[in-house]
């Protein structure tokens, strides 16, 4: 049963979409309005890391979930791996001794702070509600809390399951993702047969590339699907 607080946020995000659509931006929209933080982003999660971004409050927020994917690290990564939040206060003191990549993009992003809140059902990942400010301040035992709440009603919401019994709203429709990440998978393919390498290590060769291109993952992707960008051990500079 969900908390009286949980029940609350799901019902102010019912009454923003009462036909269903939309209830994930419409949370990450309130996560802006009710804490204190300047945006929030909410990204579908397996064990193999970010699979997708359900709703972003503003671009920041969407650079936030992109470094992630295109990385592999980030506060998003370690709150689905260890089920815990990650809290980061102060991201230009921490961050970069704990994801170097991760680091620098976020500075240039303006993310000062990064709050990042493990949805799940038990043992199953399902995703994560990440909070930013554009300064540094830890969140207070009392705002901590609050955004837990949120991360509930989240769970909720992605699942499409009811705050309470059911009630009059019943299940929700299931939530899509914003971006269509299914090049990148497919150039992971065509990385590991080029290359000769796992599908693990085929998305970290892409990863680590595009991150030295200074460029998303996706465009890399998609240069490597139409032949233009190749990963064979000989032929790495073509």
């Not at 955004?147 to 939530?175: K, S, Y």
Request: proline fraction near 7%; charge should be negative.
């Amino acid at each position: 049963m969900a908390s009286n607080r949980v029940t609350e946020i799901v019902a102010a995000v019912e009454a923003r979409c009462p036909d269903g659509r939309g209830q994930p931006a419409a949370l990450v929209a309130l996560c802006a309005e009710w804490l204190p933080v300047t945006g929030a982003g909410l990204a579908l999660m397996t064990a193999d890391g970010p699979a997708g971004t359900v709703a972003v409050s503003d671009g920041p927020a969407g650079e936030l979930e992109e470094l992630q994917f295109s990385l592999g690290e980030g506060p998003c990564v370690d709150a689905s791996r260890t089920g815990r939040p990650v809290l980061q206060p102060d991201v230009a003191r921490t961050a970069p001794g704990r994801w170097p990549a991760f680091a620098g993009g976020a500075h240039a992003a303006g993310l000062r702070a990064v709050f990042a809140f493990p949805l799940r059902v038990g043992a199953i990942r399902v995703g994560v509600l990440d909070l930013y400010r554009d300064t540094v301040g830890v969140l207070s035992p009392e705002e901590l809390t609050d955004a837990l709440a949120f991360a509930d009603a989240a769970t909720l919401i992605v699942l499409g399951l009811p705050a309470g019994d059911g009630g009059e709203h019943g299940p929700r429709d299931p939530v899509a993702v914003l971006d269509d990440r299914a090049e990148v998978h497919q150039a992971t393919g065509v990385v590991s047969v080029d290359a000769g390498v796992t599908l693990e290590e085929a998305l970290m060769l892409l990863r680590a590339r595009a991150y030295a291109e200074h460029r998303p993952i996706r465009d890399l992707a998609r240069d490597v699907l139409r032949g233009v960008v190749h990963f064979r051990t000989k032929d790495d500079d073509r």
